[in-house]
């Protein structure tokens, strides 16, 4: 419930709010979110407590002066991943780094990491190698495991926790707080992910053998995704709001605009694009599983404290009034809605079955 935007009718304190949901996990989300008690925030009862549901991360003040940051994600077998086309090795590395993405969305470090295996008993040697590259790939990101638990299932699942610190002296990096004027930013390039996992259904069919190295690109974006934890941290306290892009651009914006009560024009020829050819916008807009960042804040101020190597930051578009809807200004300047889709768990497993 720390990973996506919600809007309860009792709404909590520093939550943020949702429109109408359109995707499965969001309508779940948001019944949940209403039967929740109410958050009250940091106060007397809970004085350690700064950011409850409804962000990337929940966030605590810590002794000293800094911030704790904690998150959870989830990969289910059928849904996030499938053995036929996911090998263990990938399956580890994938579910951390989407977790710690969302350490990098609210501008912090990941420095610690908890594991939750289910696993079939017969499948016990895969699960042993989902949790060796699980833990690889925390140790790189500079979040070791240090715990978890396992148990007993139908079908594999990893569910991964995160804790992180928050940037020493810098606001977290929140989804609200994006201002009209502001510029629209992602770091990265989008729609690898989907069209990697295209390319690895193509070849599970029976469509290809082997891959070129623009394919072999794409296809590492879906195996082994890279948290934007450099640009996340270099961004707090300038940009005025972000979150990681997971479920697709059209989604997230339309998360982060609601969350910040603005409008957004998103302009088509500058999303900078993974992939080529005609697929390549459609995978960018809805695909998911990037997990790079999108970022709202002054244009200049942004563009500057990204200017470092290994910080890659193309201005989108910019924020407008919230009367303005979310839109998108196609390549020959006329604008129209942008649909709010993009990725969606509730689906995925009846598009990807065992």
Do not use: C
Request: aromatic share 2%.
């Amino acid at each position: 419930m720390t990973g996506e935007a919600g809007g309860p009718r009792r709404r909590p304190a520093g939550a943020v709010s949702l429109p109408e949901p359109s995707t499965g996990e969001d309508r779940l989300l948001r019944r949940i979110l209403d039967v929740l008690p109410a958050f009250p925030g940091a106060g007397a009862r809970e004085p350690g407590l700064i950011l409850g549901p409804g962000d990337d991360a929940a966030a605590f003040a810590w002794p000293g002066g800094g911030v704790l940051l904690l998150t959870t994600d989830a990969a289910e077998e059928g849904v996030h991943f499938d053995r036929r086309l996911h090998a263990p090795r990938a399956i580890g590395r994938r579910a951390v780094a989407a977790a710690a993405s969302d350490i990098a969305a609210m501008g912090g470090r990941p420095v610690g990491t908890l594991i939750s295996l289910v696993t079939p008993p017969a499948d016990e040697g895969i699960a042993a190698g989902i949790s060796e590259a699980a833990a690889e790939r925390a140790a790189e990101l500079g979040a070791p495991l240090v715990g978890g638990n396992i148990a007993a299932g139908e079908r594999i699942g990893l569910h991964v926790t995160v804790a992180g610190a928050g940037t020493p002296g810098a606001p977290l990096l929140r989804r609200s707080g994006a201002k009209p004027g502001d510029g629209l930013f992602v770091t990265g390039s989008l729609g690898g992910a989907a069209l990697g996992l295209s390319l690895l259904r193509r070849r599970q069919e029976g469509g290809t053998t082997s891959f070129d190295p623009e394919e072999e690109a794409l296809v590492a974006r879906q195996l082994d995704p890279a948290p934007r934890l450099e640009a996340g941290a270099a961004l707090a306290g300038v940009a005025h709001a972000g979150m990681d892009i997971s479920d697709g651009l059209a989604l997230d914006l339309h998360r982060l605009a609601a969350a910040s009560g603005v409008g957004a024009l998103l302009e088509e020829t500058r999303v900078p694009l993974a992939g080529k050819g005609a697929g390549a916008l459609e995978a960018a807009l809805f695909g998911g599983e990037d997990y790079e960042l999108l970022i709202a804040g002054p244009p200049q101020q942004v563009s500057a404290a990204a200017g470092r190597p290994g910080i890659p930051l193309t201005r989108v578009g910019r924020v407008t009034g919230a009367a303005e809807g979310i839109r998108i200004e196609r390549a020959d300047g006329a604008a129209e809605p942008l649909p709010r889709r993009g990725w969606d768990s509730w689906t995925a497993g009846r598009r990807n079955p065992e």
